[in-house]
C-alpha cells in the first residue's frame, strides 16, 4: 500500500496539530450554542473522530452519506443520499465536516438539503480544500485546516476506489496507480 504513494503531504504529527488548532477556534466560536457536528461519509470519518476529541464545548454528532462520483477521481455533480441524518436540524448550529472541498459540488447541494431544513445555523469544516478545483461559487470554507494543490491525495479517511482510508498521513498517489 504504502509503495503506491509518491510523497508525504501531511504526516501524522501535522494532521495532528492541524485539527488540534481547528477545535480549539470552533470551541471558542461555538461556546454557548447548539452544536452538531455532521459528518460526510466515509471520507471524514478519521478527521471526525478526531476533531470531536479536539473539541471541549458540548457537541452532538450525525453522519449522512452521499455519492456525488461517477467515475474514480472527478465529482460528476449528481448527488444522490445514501444515508441521511438521524437528527431533526431545527435548532442546532450544524458544522458539515468534510474530508475536502474539491469543486464544491457535494457540498453545494448538501447545504442547500440541510438549510431547507431550518437548523439554526450551518457552516462548512474542512480538512483539506484544493481552491484551485472550484466549480461553483457559493461555497467556501468557514474552517479549513490546509491548502492542497490539484493533486489526487489519500490517507486519513480519503480514498481511491476504496482503498488507502486507513493511511495514517495524507499523501499523494503515484499517476500510474489512477491512470491505469
Ligand atoms: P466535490 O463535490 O468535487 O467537492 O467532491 C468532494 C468529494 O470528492 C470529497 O468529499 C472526496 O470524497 C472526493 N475527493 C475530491 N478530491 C479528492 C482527492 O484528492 N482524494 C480523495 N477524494 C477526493
Ligand atoms: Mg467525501
Redesign the pocket.
Known sequence: MINDIEKVYYSEETLRSIVQRLGKQISEDYKGKNLLLVS?????VIFMADLMRAITVPCAIDFMC?S?YKNKTESSGVVKIIKDLDIDLQGYDVLIV???LDSGK?LSYLKKILLSRNPKSIKICTLLDKPERRAVDDIFADYSGAEVPDEFVVGYG?DYDEKYRNLPFIGVLKREIYEK
Do not use: R
Open positions: 460526510v461519509l466515509k471520507g471524514s452521499v456525488s468534510e474530508d475536502i457535494t480519503l
